[in-house]
């Protein structure tokens, strides 16, 4: 079956430094979502890429789709403390008439103020 | 809007007892999950409920039985609980299907001894 690995599994930054998570699938994706999650909370819905090789922005967020549609990353520039939780990638897969979605492990941010 | 509840929010279970996990949404999804997620692990579909009327399986459906009471309200049967089900159980809808932005409930943290 689909398969969506994740990387790094921990991150610990310095408040200011960047952070980049990474996402790769093992079939081709027809689109990709990020959810986040802060610590004791819930998944947060932050993007759907669906293009290939699409780049979305938000603030200090970027995502990025790659050109076969079988990976994507998250960076954060210039991390704050709110950043905290763990970032998460879910991996959308059709075929037959019937939708698939995988997530990932999830990114786990520290940042150290 | 309230979005998505979830009840209760936290339950202790004994091996072999039986609970439902209650879930509903006022935001007129017509599609609604039910995920487990255990540390290290993610989120795993255990079910779906497409539209008002269908239920299907997800990834780890063993154990567990669903119903789709009306289109507000999803809910989630453990018949006789076992230590392996302890875990993090999320509800999520979606407008209409996976490939739609999904809102997750607040979880509900189950254990069982």
């Known amino acids: 079956g689909q398969q969506v690995m994740q990387i790094p599994q921990y991150q610990h930054v310095q408040e200011g430094e960047d952070f980049t998570t990474y996402c790769n699938s093992s079939?081709?994706?027809?689109?990709i979502q990020w959810y986040k999650q802060r610590p004791g909370g819930h998944p947060v819905f932050l993007i759907q890429l669906v293009k290939s090789g699409e780049v979305k922005k938000q603030k200090r967020l970027t995502f990025q789709f790659g050109e076969a549609k079988k990976n994507s990353s998250l960076h954060i520039t210039a991390t704050q403390t709110t950043d905290v939780g763990t970032y998460f990638c879910a991996g959308m897969s059709s075929g037959a008439g019937s939708y698939q979605l995988t997530f990932g492990k999830g990114t786990k941010l520290s940042v150290i103020p | 809007n309230a979005g998505v509840t979830q009840t209760p929010k936290f339950q202790v279970l004994k091996t072999g007892q039986s609970m439902t996990l209650q879930c509903a949404q006022d935001?007129?999804?017509?599609?609604m999950y039910w995920y487990r997620q255990d540390p290290g692990m993610g989120l795993r579909l255990i079910y779906y409920?497409?539209?008002?009327?269908?239920?299907d399986k997800g990834e780890v459906p063993n154990g567990y039985n669903v119903s789709r009471l009306n289109k507000r309200e999803f809910s989630l049967r453990l018949e006789s609980a076992a230590p392996s089900q302890t875990s993090v159980y999320f509800c999520?809808?979606?407008?209409?299907?996976?490939?739609?932005?999904?809102?997750f409930g607040p979880g509900t943290r189950l254990l069982v001894l």
């Open positions: 935001m007129n999804h017509n599609s």
């Open positions: 999520a809808s979606s407008e209409a299907g996976l490939q739609e932005t999904q809102y």
């Open positions: 079939t081709t994706l027809s689109n």
């Open positions: 409920s497409a539209s008002e009327g269908t239920t």
